[in-house]
Structure formats: structure tokens, C-alpha cells
């Protein structure tokens, strides 16, 4: 699987727009980006994933270049509650295809 | 929430000592997996199963076997537990239909001594 790079941590403020990005610049045309996060000591919990097209859910949004070699991880309106690490992980289409994680980034959202 | 049980949550053994974790789902979902994670890093991916005794190895499967004699268990065996394998162990299942989530259990801290 393609790896991907995203800066070890940010924050923002409470009730701002967190924008986390990621690139994956092997990213092959197969390969969806999916988003994770993590908060405290509890299991990853899935936010988001798309292949090509921007996709939004109830939790946020997620834009990807057109060239498909990076992406942006929006959270509308941050609360104290996401602050979580939030991995960003490419991952090949088909059923036998794992989630490899790395390091993330911390997000802190600040009062 | 998915309906997926790691057990036990927390546990202190000795080393040198065999440890089993299970993982319990009622999703009926095909494919299985097992992760530790250490401070510094992400998820490290141990062993999975996509069926009924199909399992396979992950990245860090040194130390660990695996079991799946049904499809809602998998278990993991430490046949000889060390300190090294002090970690918090996280399961994760998914059918992986139309690429969708996968679903993780909340995870077992294990301590060896």
C-alpha cells in the first residue's frame, strides 16, 4: 500500500474549521484515502473515505486533489471532543486489502 | 457501535506465561484482524483471517499465533509471553462490501512482568 505523510500535530480553536492534510503521493489509481482517528486510548474510529471525488458525512469532509497525490481532512466546526490523533491511511480496493497505519497527526482543539 | 467484545480489557501476566485474547463479533463479518500498538507508533498489524481457518500474517506475527474456528472468534496466542509484548492489543473486522469501515474493538492492555 501507498504510504502517506502527515505532520506529526496542530491545533486550532474551538468552533473553527480543523483542516488536517495528508499526502500520498504514490497513491495509485485503485487505492481509496481513508480516514481514522483515535481518540485517548480508545479503538480508531472511521471518519471518511473516497477515491477521487470530494465526499462529505455528518463527521466532515474530505477534499482530494485532483492530481490525487494529497488530501484535506475538514472538520467544520471543532470541539474539545475531536481532539484525537487522526490517521490518514491509502488503502488498495478488494477485500483482502489491509489497513496500514502510521504515525497520524494530534490534532488539539483548544478552547 | 459495531457489536465487537475484546476480552479480557486489561490483564498482568508473567513471562513466560501463555496469553490468550479473544475477539468476539456478532456482525457476522468475514474478516478479522489483530493489532497492537506502542507508544511512538501506530497500529502495527499482527495477524488476520478472511474466513473460517483462513488467517495469515501481518507485519509484526513474531511471537503470536492466531485462531479462527468460527466466525465470530479470533483469538490470539502469545505461546510465551515477554515483555516486549507488553501493549495494548486492538481488533478490528469488516466485510470490506462496497469499501466501506472497518469497525475496532476498544482494545486489551496487557502487561507482562
Known amino acids: 500500500d501507498a504510504k502517506t505523510t502527515q505532520p506529526p500535530s496542530m491545533d486550532c480553536a474551538e468552533g473553527r474549521a480543523a483542516n488536517l492534510p495528508c499526502n500520498h503521493s504514490?497513491?495509485?489509481?485503485?487505492?481509496?484515502v481513508y480516514w481514522y482517528r483515535q481518540i485517548h486510548s480508545q479503538g480508531p474510529q472511521y471518519i471518511i473515505h473516497?477515491?477521487?471525488n470530494n465526499e462529505t458525512n455528518e463527521m466532515a469532509s474530505l477534499i482530494i486533489t485532483e492530481d490525487r497525490k494529497s488530501s484535506t481532512l475538514i472538520l467544520p466546526h471543532a470541539t474539545l471532543r475531536d481532539t484525537a490523533v487522526y490517521y490518514c491511511?491509502?488503502?488498495?480496493?478488494?477485500?483482502?486489502?489491509?489497513?496500514?497505519f502510521g504515525k497520524g497527526i494530534t490534532l488539539s482543539v483548544r478552547p | 457501535d459495531a457489536g465487537i467484545t475484546q476480552s479480557p480489557r486489561h490483564k498482568v501476566t508473567e513471562t513466560g506465561t501463555p496469553v490468550t485474547l479473544r475477539c468476539h463479533q456478532t456482525?457476522?463479518?468475514?474478516?478479522m484482524y489483530w493489532y497492537r500498538q506502542d507508544p511512538g507508533h501506530g497500529l502495527r498489524l499482527i495477524h488476520y483471517?478472511?474466513?473460517?481457518?483462513?488467517?495469515d500474517k501481518g507485519e509484526v506475527s513474531d511471537g503470536y499465533s492466531v485462531s479462527r474456528s468460527k466466525t465470530e472468534d479470533f483469538l490470539l496466542t502469545l505461546e510465551s509471553a515477554t515483555s516486549s509484548q507488553t501493549s495494548v492489543y486492538f481488533c478490528?473486522?469488516?466485510?470490506?462490501?462496497?469499501?466501506?469501515?472497518?469497525?475496532f474493538g476498544q482494545g486489551t492492555r496487557l502487561t507482562v512482568v
Open positions: 473516497g477515491l477521487k
Open positions: 478490528a473486522i469488516s466485510d470490506w462490501k462496497e469499501n466501506t469501515e472497518a469497525f
Open positions: 483471517s478472511y474466513g473460517v481457518k483462513d488467517t
Open positions: 456482525e457476522n463479518h468475514r474478516y
Open positions: 504514490t497513491i495509485s489509481g485503485n487505492e481509496y
Open positions: 491511511i491509502v488503502r488498495v480496493s478488494g477485500a483482502n486489502s489491509k489497513l496500514t
